[in-house]
């Protein structure tokens, strides 16, 4: 079973960047497909980037397309989320996961962890 830990979160302006790391431990990482969600206070969890481990294909909210791009290096079992241009409603606590990837999005299927907060301010 794979073991997920996140980090790289933070504070910043809005317009900055900043750039989430996904550890994978306990299962060979390149046959798994990786995900990011987010919650924020108040808010259900909810969908973010997505890539596969059969072809490396990737999907986004709408919310960040154009803005987060999601990559993975199998060689350090690790998955990233590169945020460019945060807004202030990015503000969230930022979890990655793997699963099924349907309809664009995935159905996420492993233990939730800590996350990593990220905070944007105006």
């Known amino acids: 079973q794979v073991r997920l830990v996140e980090s790289g979160g933070g504070l910043v302006q809005a317009g900055g960047s900043l750039r989430l790391s996904c550890a994978a431990s306990?299962?060979?990482?390149?046959?798994?497909?990786m995900g990011w969600f987010r919650q924020a206070p108040g808010k259900e969890r909810e969908f973010v980037a997505a890539?596969?481990?059969?072809?490396?294909?990737?999907y986004y909210s709408d919310s960040v397309k154009d803005r987060f791009t999601i990559s993975r290096d199998n060689a350090k079992n690790t998955a990233y989320l590169q945020m460019n241009n945060l807004k202030p409603e990015d503000t969230a606590v930022y979890h990655c996961?793997?699963?099924?990837?349907?309809?664009?999005?995935?159905?996420?299927?492993?233990?939730w962890g800590q996350g990593t907060q990220v905070t944007v301010s105006s």
């Open positions: 996961n793997t699963g099924a990837i349907i309809s664009a999005t995935m159905k996420p299927a492993g233990n």
């Open positions: 890539i596969t481990w059969t072809d490396g294909s990737t």
């Open positions: 306990g299962r060979t990482f390149s046959t798994i497909n």
